[in-house]
């Protein structure tokens, strides 16, 4: 066969293969298109959610299970790992609100960068000392005593330790009217032992003839002013006795005679 014609026959055959690799590629590109799903940004519809009544049995499990987590280590969790340790059974959208809620939560802190969550105790309380720091500054600065609920919430052991606090006399308790335990530090260095004959004489001293006006104006002379309105009591007002309904003989004078009839 002449070389020329082989020439021109191969020539045909790699054009022929171009153009059926280029009419190939668009429908196998327009079918992987097909076939790759589309991907949608997620939406959650807490709105809905916010009106599921089982919405703060979540919460408050969740929160319960940081503060538990808290007094056993100091690491934070991921809401992921938060639901599977409560053993909550939640979709996406419910796991977006409980997400939220827990940043929202003042018992609770949020890392941002980590994307996890911690508890947030109303006092960095890790033991016996940090109790006794804590207890020592309030007094010493005058912020008064600690809630035994928060002290609750950063130990495990506050009873036992407490117990070992109030052995050592650097612990003093005072129950309030909503029945809330608060704790204050016990300052030893202040108080002096007082001898017999002066407690009795202190006891001795009666003050049931004084009235309360006489002490205020006592305390006004060498002075001493005592709170505005915590003395003032409100005046009792006497109740006006009810009137009595008198009895008054009716007459039907009003009556039209033709109205009234006799009967035998």
């Given at each position: 066969?002449?070389?020329?014609?082989?020439?021109?026959?191969?020539?045909?055959?790699?054009?022929?293969?171009?153009?059926?690799?280029?009419?190939?590629?668009?429908?196998?590109?327009?079918?992987?298109?097909?076939?790759?799903?589309?991907?949608?940004?997620?939406?959650?519809?807490?709105?809905?959610?916010?009106?599921?009544?089982?919405?703060?049995?979540?919460?408050?499990?969740?929160?319960?299970?940081?503060?538990?987590?808290?007094?056993?280590?100091?690491?934070?969790?991921?809401?992921?790992?938060?639901?599977?340790?409560?053993?909550?059974?939640?979709?996406?959208?419910?796991?977006?609100?409980?997400?939220?809620?827990?940043?929202?939560?003042?018992?609770?802190?949020?890392?941002?960068?980590?994307?996890?969550?911690?508890?947030?105790?109303?006092?960095?309380?890790?033991?016996?000392?940090?109790?006794?720091?804590?207890?020592?500054?309030?007094?010493?600065?005058?912020?008064?005593?600690?809630?035994?609920?928060?002290?609750?919430?950063?130990?495990?052991?506050?009873?036992?330790?407490?117990?070992?606090?109030?052995?050592?006399?650097?612990?003093?308790?005072?129950?309030?009217?909503?029945?809330?335990?608060?704790?204050?530090?016990?300052?030893?260095?202040?108080?002096?032992?007082?001898?017999?004959?002066?407690?009795?004489?202190?006891?001795?001293?009666s003050v049931r003839e004084i009235s309360e006006q006489d002490i205020e104006n006592y305390l006004r002379r060498v002075g001493?002013?005592?709170?505005?309105?915590?003395?003032?009591?409100?005046?009792?007002?006497?109740?006006?006795?009810?009137?009595?309904?008198?009895?008054?003989?009716?007459?039907?004078?009003?009556?039209?005679?033709?109205?009234?009839?006799?009967?035998?």
């Amino acid at each position: 066969m002449n070389s020329n014609l082989l020439q021109q026959h191969a020539a045909f055959k790699r054009q022929a293969a171009s153009a059926n690799s280029s009419s190939s590629s668009p429908s196998a590109s327009s079918s992987k298109s097909r076939s790759e799903p589309s991907k949608k940004r997620f939406k959650p519809d807490l709105k809905s959610v916010s009106q599921n009544p089982n919405t703060f049995k979540w919460l408050k499990l969740s929160v319960d299970k940081l503060r538990k987590r808290y007094q056993k280590e100091r690491k934070p969790i991921s809401v992921e790992d938060l639901i599977k340790a409560v053993r909550l059974d939640l979709d996406p959208h419910e796991k977006m609100w409980l997400a939220n809620a827990l940043k929202e939560n003042v018992k609770v802190e949020y890392d941002r960068e980590r994307d996890k969550f911690a508890f947030k105790p109303a006092y960095p309380i890790h033991n016996k000392v940090d109790l006794l720091t804590i207890l020592r500054d309030h007094y010493e600065t005058g912020m008064g005593g600690i809630l035994e609920s928060d002290v609750k919430e950063c130990l495990m052991r506050h009873e036992e330790i407490m117990t070992e606090i109030k052995e050592e006399g650097l612990l003093r308790t005072i129950r309030r009217s909503d029945k809330q335990n608060v704790l204050f530090y016990r300052d030893t260095s202040v108080e002096a032992p007082m001898e017999a004959q002066f407690q009795e004489m202190w006891n001795s001293v009666s003050v049931r003839e004084i009235s309360e006006q006489d002490i205020e104006n006592y305390l006004r002379r060498v002075g001493i002013s005592t709170m505005e309105g915590f003395n003032k009591k409100k005046a009792a007002t006497k109740k006006k006795p009810a009137k009595r309904r008198r009895n008054v003989r009716m007459l039907n004078s009003h009556l039209d005679s033709k109205m009234l009839k006799e009967f035998d």
